[in-house]
């Protein structure tokens, strides 16, 4: 069965050709311009490469149709949610946050938004909804969140910020448009780190917002046009490039995660472990009514720091760094960075490598560590 995301993925490989004149190149030119040619009258074309750059706005087309909304690309996932906060934000507002989702978020936060007078509030994912959203100007969820996991109801959430008079962002980077669409379930703006999956050759920092009312998304432009908060057009190029390929990366690392999980569950070095798509999963039964797919991230405990070190730097198909959603998987023990996970606690990017040769990697490297 061909559903509606199908066919518009389909259509994403073909967008520019309605634009195209016979000669032009079929892939998106990088233009790189600050200044365009401007006799005269300067309205109604590109001015300054502050306001506008067609490599950036190729982009954003592709990212838009994928998204079905009008969509503002950054030069990262913080600048994203920076513009969330910065554009939507005024002295005086309340915002809420997830208490276990990026933790950058929650320092922006906590060192230029509150000195600003805007209160920050935190709530754990897994009992977002508890307490409602009155008094919120903004809410942001993540889910599932990073590292640790936990989802929240997006569909219920939506309903109860509404209710509240409270606008709902989403952060989508851990599962893509492809994996969960949150504004389909309500939420008013998604906000991601293509730094990620999307993008997913770890060679590039970028990110979107994206949302169905265009005056929201003309409002963040326009704090980016006058913060200055551009990305530049090869970084939009190597993206663009990364999400034609999107939708089979991440077919096969959902694939081979879910694959996986179970086994790394029975393996006897590990403690616990966390994958929506496993039945015993807290989350598995939200997962399966709100996500397209469980997802390429799991989270493994291992025994102590010294054995989740070693699993990692053992790990021949293991990459170890900070980061996910690239095509090499990665891994890191989220605890170095003061998140509150345990010690032994890995969070695992299961990348594009054949799924049988790795996981003989895996337990090579785990079994070691089975006391
Ligand atoms: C990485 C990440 C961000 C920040 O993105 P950058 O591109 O590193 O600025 C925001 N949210 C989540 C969930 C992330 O994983």
């Known amino acids: 069965m061909t559903d509606a995301l199908d066919r518009r993925l389909a259509r994403l490989s073909h967008l520019r050709r309605e634009a195209l004149s016979p000669g032009d190149p079929v892939a998106l030119p990088i233009v790189p311009a600050s200044m365009y040619h401007l006799p005269g009258d300067p309205a109604g074309v590109r001015q300054y490469g502050r306001f506008a750059n067609p490599t950036t706005e190729g982009l954003e087309d592709a990212l838009g149709h994928l998204e079905e909304a009008a969509v503002v690309a950054l030069p990262s996932g913080m600048a994203a949610i920076a513009a969330l906060f910065y554009g939507l934000l005024a002295t005086g507002d309340r915002v809420l946050l997830p208490s276990d989702g990026y933790y950058t978020t929650r320092r922006l936060a906590e060192r230029f938004l509150a000195p600003m007078g805007v209160a920050c509030d935190t709530r754990p994912t897994a009992a977002f909804l508890d307490g409602g959203f009155d008094g919120y100007r903004l809410v942001l969820a993540e889910t599932p969140a990073n590292p640790g996991l936990d989802l929240c109801d997006i569909a219920a959430v939506a309903e109860a910020a509404h209710a509240a008079g409270a606008l709902l962002a989403v ?201």
């Open 171 to 371: 952060d989508n980077t851990t599962m893509t448009p492809l994996g969960q669409r949150p504004l389909d379930l309500g939420a008013d703006l998604v906000v991601a780190s293509d730094t990620k999956a999307l993008n997913g050759h770890s060679d590039a920092l970028y990110g979107h917002v994206a949302a169905r009312d265009g005056a929201l998304i003309d409002r963040l432009r326009d704090w980016r046009t006058l913060a200055g908060a551009v990305p530049g057009p090869f970084e939009g190029w190597q993206v663009h490039r990364g999400l034609e390929t999107l939708e089979v990366r991440f077919a096969r690392m959902c694939a081979t995660a879910e694959a996986l999980a179970p086994r790394l569950a029975a393996h006897p070095a590990v403690t616990a472990l966390r994958y929506p798509g496993l039945p015993q999963d807290p989350g598995h039964a939200l997962a399966g009514r709100q996500m397209r797919c469980y997802g390429f991230l799991i989270g493994l405990t291992l025994a102590s720091r010294r054995a989740a070190d070693a699993f990692i730097e053992r790990c021949t198909l293991i990459q170890p760094a900070t980061s996910f959603g690239g095509v090499h998987s990665s891994a890191e023990r989220r605890a170095r960075w003061g998140d509150a996970v345990p010690e032994g606690f890995v969070r695992l990017s299961v990348g594009c490598e054949p799924a049988e040769a790795l996981w003989a990697a895996l337990e090579a490297a785990l079994d070691p560590l089975a006391a």
